[in-house]
């Protein structure tokens, strides 16, 4: 069966620190990945999108790779800061319907 | 414009009433969906429409029942929910190439509709 896995529920990290997310799928061939943001009580809000043919995307402080090899994603978000706090979704599209992982829940302390 | 907007924020409805959410957005974007958001689980996709026509039900019961009445405009109408319908009801909406996996198939989110059913 198709599985998309986010291999931590948590991730705690000290301000100023980078935090890496994984992101891992089985079953799929993607053209593209996404990654988004959701706060408490919020929708996701939509942060970046790569291609499989784009090793590697940068927005400000973030950072995505993407292994078709490997059939993972990692989210990097460096000098983190306490208003990084908020769980974190990787998202495949699958058929015409978005594929949604658990989720990383990212805690920045100060 | 860049915004999905959704009402209400919050409803309380007992297992009995009828009640509606309404969704809209003004990016002329073609693709409409309906997602449920139980707490500490990602969104579940419902309903997906695609120039105002129904194009995936995600085996969703039928006491939701979505309606477009336009391509700005998305409506989830519900009836005899059961407590465990209790969710974050998300829609979203996107450009939506023909061929659905266009470079354009970004989701926007709006902020949800808080469903309690008591």
């Known amino acids: 069966s198709q599985k998309i896995e986010q291999n931590s529920e948590a991730l705690n990290i000290q301000e100023g620190k980078t935090a890496t997310l994984t992101c891992n799928y089985t079953n799929y061939s993607p053209a593209y990945l996404q990654w988004y943001r959701q706060d408490p009580g919020r929708g996701p809000v939509f942060l970046l999108l790569i291609r499989e043919n784009e090793k590697e995307k940068r927005k400000e402080r973030l950072k995505v790779t993407f292994d078709t090899t490997l059939k993972q994603s990692l989210f990097h978000i460096t000098a983190s800061q306490p208003a990084d706090s908020a769980t974190y979704l990787c998202?495949?599209?699958?058929?015409?319907?978005?594929?949604f992982g658990k989720g990383t829940t990212l805690s920045v302390s100060s | 414009d860049t915004e999905v907007t959704q009402t209400p924020k919050h409803l309380v409805m007992g297992m009995t009433n009828k009640k509606s959410l309404k969704c809209e957005q003004h990016m002329g974007h073609r693709a409409m969906y309906w997602y449920k958001q139980k707490a500490k689980k990602p969104p579940e996709l419902m309903f997906v429409y695609s120039y105002e026509k129904l194009s995936i039900n995600e085996s969703v019961p039928s006491r939701f029942s979505p309606e477009c009445p336009n391509s700005s405009l998305l409506n989830l109408h519900l009836h005899a929910l059961q407590p465990e319908d209790s969710a974050l009801y998300l829609c979203?909406?996107?450009?939506?190439?023909?061929?659905?996996?266009?470079?354009?198939?970004?989701?926007?989110f709006g902020p949800g509709t808080r469903l309690t059913v008591l």
């Open positions: 979203a909406s996107s450009q939506e190439g023909a061929s659905g996996a266009s470079s354009t198939d970004t989701q926007y």
């Open positions: 998202a495949l599209k699958a058929g015409t319907a978005l594929i």
